[in-house]
C-alpha cells in the first residue's frame, strides 16, 4: 500500500506555526512512517488498542469514507454559503474532536513518546490547537467577521473567557495534518 498522495498532502503541514521538529526526510513521507509505526506494534499492543477504543477501527474508516464523500460534495457546492457552514462544521468536529478524542489519545500509549505519531499527537493536543478543541466541543468559537478564520473562546471553572482567533490557513493545516495522520494510523489497526 503506498501513501504517496497523502505523504504529499501531509508534507505541507511542516509550514504550521510551532509544527513538530520532524526532519524534512520524515515530512515527505509522515503518512508512510506513521503507518509503520502502526504496523511495527505487536499483536497484544494492537488488541488493546482496539479494546481501549470506543469503535472498532473498521468503523472509523468506514466514517472516513463517508466523511470524505460528503467533503466531495461539499467541494462540488462552494457557492452556495449553507453547504459550505455545513462542511466545516464538519471538518471541525471530525478533525479536532472525534479523531483526537476517541482514536489519537488512546492511540499514542501504544507508541514510544518519541515516536512520530505521538510527537504529531502532542502537537494537535496543545497550543491553539488545544484551544480550537475545547472551544469545538463546548460551542465556543464563531468565524472570524469576512470568514478569514474562527475565533474561538477558551477558559475554565467561571474564569473570564480567553478570545483566540485561528486563520484559515492554519485551520488548514491543522486538519489535513489530524486526518492524515489518522487515517494512516487506522489503515495499519485495521492490516493486523
Given at each position: 500500500m503506498g501513501f504517496e498522495i497523502l505523504d504529499r498532502q501531509l508534507q505541507s503541514c511542516a509550514q504550521a506555526d510551532g509544527a513538530p521538529a520532524l526532519t524534512p526526510e520524515i515530512w515527505c513521507q509522515l503518512a508512510t512512517t506513521v503507518h509503520s509505526e502502526f504496523l511495527g506494534?505487536?499483536?497484544?499492543?494492537?488488541?488493546?488498542?482496539?479494546?481501549?477504543?470506543?469503535?472498532p477501527p473498521e468503523r472509523y474508516v468506514e466514517e472516513l469514507q463517508a466523511f470524505q464523500a460528503w467533503?466531495?460534495?461539499?467541494?462540488?457546492?462552494?457557492?452556495?454559503?449553507?453547504?459550505?457552514?455545513?462542511?466545516?462544521?464538519?471538518?471541525?468536529?471530525?478533525?479536532?474532536?472525534?479523531?483526537?478524542?476517541?482514536?489519537?489519545?488512546?492511540?499514542?500509549?501504544r507508541l514510544a513518546p518519541d515516536?512520530?505519531?505521538?510527537?504529531?499527537q502532542h502537537f494537535l493536543a496543545s497550543g491553539k490547537r488545544k484551544t480550537l478543541r475545547n472551544a469545538i466541543?463546548?460551542?465556543?468559537?464563531?468565524?472570524?467577521?469576512g470568514f478569514g478564520g474562527l475565533e474561538c473562546?477558551?477558559?475554565?471553572?467561571?474564569?473570564?473567557?480567553?478570545r483566540t482567533v485561528i486563520s484559515a490557513d492554519e485551520l488548514d493545516l491543522w486538519q489535513t495534518l489530524s486526518r492524515g495522520v489518522a487515517?494512516?494510523?487506522?489503515?495499519?489497526i485495521t492490516q493486523n
Open positions: 506494534l505487536s499483536e497484544v499492543s494492537v488488541n488493546q488498542l482496539r479494546l481501549e477504543v470506543p469503535v467533503m466531495d460534495v461539499a467541494h462540488s457546492n462552494r457557492s452556495n454559503p449553507v453547504v459550505v457552514r455545513a462542511q466545516v462544521m464538519t471538518e471541525l468536529y471530525v478533525s479536532f474532536v472525534w479523531l483526537r478524542d476517541s482514536l489519537m489519545e488512546p492511540a499514542k500509549s515516536s512520530v505519531f505521538a510527537q504529531v466541543a463546548h460551542g465556543r468559537w464563531c468565524y472570524q467577521a473562546w477558551d477558559g475554565r471553572n467561571g474564569s473570564s473567557l480567553t487515517i494512516a494510523a487506522l489503515l495499519a
